[in-house]
């Protein structure tokens, strides 16, 4: 039994390695709002569209894309809350319960199977409830808006507090009795009961899970993503009960409940602790506060990282522990993974780049001491006989961070006018604060010396944040023909993005010819293979070499 219970924490093992690789970010389509917009009488940026084709066709991908990762990170959920003590327990008595009573082994497996559908119906409905209730727009709104971000941030502490063992998130006591009798009633809508009963009363220890995910869904910007985020819990939390039905057998195989499951239970309280950092990252970019920079997050995620591995190493007890004999060899693999990922942070307090967290960290720029972001700039002097004419500080420098030492611009009109000044292509960079896949594009693939080289050297890069919170000037605060009110710095380049280029993704980049305000190659999304995003700036600059190669002949 002891070898069980061995495979089963490394299990888990991965299983807490996938939660963390999977980033919403990925899970965060980085889509951000273009509602509640304001202008006066100034003109919008005149851009003219790409074909609405290519566009739609590339935001295609990028969404089939994003609900993947969301399908996914439902399902690392769902195989946690497998291991819940609310829900492991149950798996035997329920198993045990179809194949006492199911006659036949074909109608056990028959009513598993839907009951595993009827799992799965209650957590799509649930998804679906979300989407209804709040509206596409106010999902996609929800991802930078400051109240929602700091209420999300204390939702999750208070989820990670309950996994801690601080208390329980039960629901009312009548709701599962309520379900407990219609279970009783017997055929397919006994068996729906039955599945509604296991989703109330194992909502203590699901409920911070799920509601970690649908958070994360809401915030991605894809409308179906709370449904699919949903679909992935249910099925990976569906499949062990069709499973051990089939097969009945294996059931000897489980290990038996113990203090293991709550050791479980509070590994993954201090994962929420530390996810729920990245919603109080988001309130603190989007509103210039900067209380809450890359040091600052960096430190707190060493500080509960650390206690997480000295947790598993026995030296921590909780209110719920139970005492621990000896550390088993699969646990003493885990904690050795969660300190040496500790370890692995502690370079960023000085700059390292930490690549494989980048999309949940503060931008670079926000560190107060990098030794790092210096030894970027290769060629210095040519990139400096580049910016000769273009003394002058950039318009809203002020307020964005400068990533990698690069020296872009902020405001659209300004860029263009330099880029027409030097004769180079333009590199348009939809960004946003609570954009995960920017912060990891410009962490781990503007980084590489030839991207690099060729962002800093052979574009002019414009960056326009979509979800930033500044209020534009008066005079330039309008109510478009849409009825849309611009009235931020993102209201504005979000109108730009979604009215120009049928795109609301970000990051999205759009390389164009400033004389014509055409793009040179059809704009894309993240692209996290160095190679082919040096390819992409590459057709970028070939196309503009062509084009004034024309120009000359003619």
Known sequence: MRAHRNGLLLFLAVLLI??????????????????GVSFSTVTLPVVKPVSKKTIIKAAHIQTKQTLWAIFLAGMAG????????????????TVSYFTKNGGEKGSAVSKALLYGVSIMVIYVVLGLLVTIIFGADALNSLSTNGVFNFGFFLLIVAFAASFLGAFEINLPSSWVNKMDQNADK????????????????????????????????????????????????SFALAIPFALFAMFPSLLSALPKSGGWLNSVKVTLGFLELALSL????????????????????????????????????????????SDLKYISVPRLFLAIIVLSFTVYMIPGLWGAPLRSISAFL????????????????????????????????????????KPLGLNPFFDYDEG?????????????DFT???????????????????????ISQDYVLIQLYVDDKTDLAANEQITTPEGRHIQTIGNKWSYMQTSKFEANSQPFYVLLDPATGDPLVTPQGADFDPASYRRYLDSGLDAFKS????????
């Not at 996938?18 to 951000?32: C, R």
């Not at 994360?216 to 993503?225: E, I, N, R, V, Y």
């Not at 609570?434 to 980084?447: P, Y």
Request: glycine fraction near 6%.
């Open 18 to 35: 996938s939660l963390f690789s999977i980033n919403a970010e990925a899970l965060t389509a980085d889509t951000v709002s273009s509602a």
């Open 78 to 93: 769902g195989f946690a809350a497998l291991l819940m003590p609310c829900i492991f327990p149950m798996l035997p008595l």
């Open 186 to 233: 017997g055929g397919m809508l006994g068996l729906f009961f039955m599945a509604a009963t296991l989703s109330l009363v194992s909502f203590s220890c699901t409920g911070p899970i799920i509601g970690y995910l649908l958070v994360q869904a809401a915030t991605s910007g894809a409308l179906m993503g709370p449904a699919i985020g949903m679909l992935g819990f």
């Open 278 to 321: 990245k919603f109080l990252s988001n309130v603190d970019l989007a509103y210039h506060w900067h209380l809450f920079d890359r040091e600052v997050f960096l430190v707190l995620w060493i500080v509960i990282f650390g206690l997480m591995g000295i947790y598993l190493l026995g030296k921590l007890k909780l209110s719920h522990d």
């Open 362 to 401: 503060p931008p670079q720029a926000t560190q107060d001491f990098d030794l790092y972001t210096s030894s970027l700039k290769i060629n210095n002097s040519a990139s400096a006989a580049n910016n000769d004419t273009d003394i002058k500080p950039h318009r809203y420098a002020a307020l964005f961070d």
């Open 416 to 428: 263009v006018a330099y880029a027409k000044r030097v004769h180079k292509p333009v590199m348009i």
């Open 432 to 454: 946003g604060h609570a954009c995960v896949n920017c912060r990891k594009m410009e962490a781990s693939i503007w980084s590489d010396k030839q991207v690099y080289q060729r």
């Open 547 to 554: 084009i004034n190669q024309k120009i000359v002949t003619q």
